[in-house]
Structures are given as structure tokens and as C-alpha cells.
């Protein structure tokens, strides 16, 4: 039984096979029909636990559509339905949901609820997103880039905006797959030292350059998200605006960037905002490959965890 809690906390060589594997189960499918059954059935008599105390559109859809083209069941549950650590402890909740499903999917706040989850299930739970990391989001931007690229090793990644829980997993990303990665953003959005220095410690070259235009040249890969968070007050939106404005990814910045740099960002988007629709529907951008990969890189990622 292997958990997928955090691209760090599984081996370079199992991330890679996931990749591998993804790459394989999309090339399958090819021409067929979304409803179309997978090869083989993998999950065949599988029941797969959905959990989301934060709201999702592709995560949802990403990991019901996939248990279902592997043959499984899923069993979709809401944070009012679960009530985690409200009248049961987590780890009574995880104990109990153990005895129904093979596997859970858990999409929360803390980080605390995900790890008491994962110590005291009897099956694998994989990281749907907490507030500190987004895993499975950045297995998938791998997969886009070395879709269109080639391997990522060596390339130069740059996150523009705020250093949030994606730019957290894209750190850890850094360390396991060898790539440079570079934040552009204003001080008091810095991500955590700890995601840099750990990725420092794998030998990959880890940049806070406040410049946007200087962080740009030589990139590879351009990330950017959301500003805000659809729960943020007014005010919390307008500074975050006010502090933000000059990482705006638009085609003057991109110019910075190598003539075949793409273009990466996880939606939702609030167009003209972080991006420009320029950007985000130009050439260099693969959004919607990456929000597709979604789907294949959690199949294989729960292939993984079930040892199929």
C-alpha cells in the first residue's frame, strides 16, 4: 500500500513511472469515446472514496471520470456530509471509511487533517490539494511539459505571482524531477523557506529574483495562478491586486522568456489578472493539455497506490 501525500515523499523513481504510465493510458485512449472502459479493466471492483471539504471542478471531475474508465466505483463525499473532526475524530472517520473503500482521495484545509487521515487508514489516501501543497497538479504539469518538450531535467521553470501551496508542490517537484525553479513575486507572498532549501539540498538551483523581466529570461516553463482565493474578503483581494499588478504574465513579460517557453497555469483563471488572454490563449500556452492531464497522470497515480 503506497500513499501519494506529497511529490517528496515518494521516490524519483516511482514519480517517473507515474509519468511513464500516464503518457501510456492517455496514448490508449486515443480516438475513443470519454466513457470508454480502459484496457483491462484495472479497477475492476475497486470503490474509491471522493472527499472534498473544499469545493473543486477538476479535481471532481478528474477523479470520478478516471475510477470510472478504470472499471471502479466512486463513492463522491462533501465536507457536510463528512463533517471531519466534528462529533468523530479523523482518525476514527479514516478507521471507518477503510472498512467501505480501497482507497481515499481527500481535498481539504489543513494539512494536519490530511496527514491523521493517512496514519490511520488501513488503505492508500492521496493529497487531492490541502492549503500548504497540490500534488497532483504538478504531476500533471510535468506530464504536459515533457509532452511538448521532452524531459524536464535541467530546464528552467519560473512561477510568477504568489508562492502558494502549487508553487509549494512545484518546489518539491524541482528537487525530485532536477529542475531550476525561479519565484517572481513581491516579498510578502514569498513561499515557505522550507520548500526552497529542501529543493536546494536535492542540487537544483532554487531563485527568488523580485524582477519579473530578469526571472523571465532563459525560462523554459512560465507558471502563474490565481491571485485570490474565492473565499478572500474585498479587501484581501485589492491588496492582493495592489501587490501583484507588476507579475501580471502578459506578452511583454513572455518576450523574456525562450521563443519556445510555455505556458502553464492550473485554473480557474481570472483573465487579465495574472494572465492575459493573449497569453493564455496564444501559442505557448498549454492550460487546457494540462487540465487534461489531470485526468491521466491521477489515473496512473492511483495505479500507483494500489499497486496495479
Known sequence: MQHFLDI??????????????AMEMKSDRAGQPRAALDRGRPLAGQMVALIFEKPSTRTRISF????????????????????LGHGETIADTARVLSRYVDLIMIRTFEEATLLEMAEHASV????????????????ADIMTFEEHRGPIKGKKVVWSGDGNNVFASFAHAAGQFGFDLTFTGPEPLDPEEVFLSAARAKGVKIEIERN???????????????????????????RRHNQLRGYQVNSALMANAKPEALFMHCLPAHREEEATSDVMDGPQSVIFDEAENRLHVQKAIMRHCLGL
Not at 8 to 21: F, G, N, T, V, W
Not at 214 to 237: I, Y
Open 8 to 21: 517528496h515523499k515518494s521516490a524519483p523513481e516511482a514519480l517517473r513511472q507515474i509519468i511513464d504510465q
Open 64 to 83: 470520478d471520470v478516471g475510477v470510472r474508465q478504470m472499471g471502479g466505483e466512486t463513492m463522491v463525499l462533501s465536507g457536510a456530509d463528512m463533517q
Open 124 to 139: 492508500p489516501v492521496i493529497n487531492g490539494l490541502t492549503n500548504r501543497t497540490h500534488p497532483c497538479q504538478i504531476m
Open 212 to 238: 519579473p523581466q530578469k526571472a523571465f529570461e532563459g525560462a523554459d516553463l512560465v507558471v502563474t495562478d490565481t491571485w485570490v482565493s474565492m473565499h478572500d474578503p474585498q479587501s484581501a483581494r485589492e
